[in-house]
């Protein structure tokens, strides 16, 4: 059975930092493109950053410079490091584990800046 557990969300000021978590579980962690997704209230879900097994970081226009996405394959788990962050960035963060067609979600975990 796949899971995907994020943690790491919560109520953070404008210009704030959290880091968040994913632990896998149920996968061959080391072969899968590792994603974090958003969603705010009214919007569709959206890329925010993504890694591939080799390593190569992919980040949204609106967060370069801001997040940092990494991997430890030895504790299957992706971490996003979120600094300065705006209330924009409000949302709901996912996690997605991709490789070919297969692709698996976590429940999300909720991130709130208030201004």
């Known amino acids: 059975q796949v899971q995907l557990v994020e943690s790491g969300g919560g109520l953070v000021q404008t210009g704030g930092s959290l880091r968040l978590s994913c632990a896998a579980s149920?996968?061959?962690?080391?072969?899968?493109?590792m994603g974090w997704y958003r969603q705010a209230p009214g919007n569709q879900r959206e890329l925010v950053a993504a890694i591939t097994s080799g390593g190569i970081e992919n980040y949204a226009d609106s967060v370069k410079g801001r997040f940092t996405i990494s991997r430890d394959n030895a504790k299957n788990t992706v971490y996003l490091q979120m600094n300065s962050l705006k209330p924009e960035d409000t949302a709901v963060y996912y996690c997605?584990?991709?490789?070919?067609?297969?692709?698996?979600w976590g429940q999300g975990t909720q991130v709130t800046v208030s201004s």
């Open positions: 997605n584990a991709k490789y070919w067609t297969t692709s698996f």
């Open positions: 149920g996968i061959i962690f080391s072969i899968h493109t």
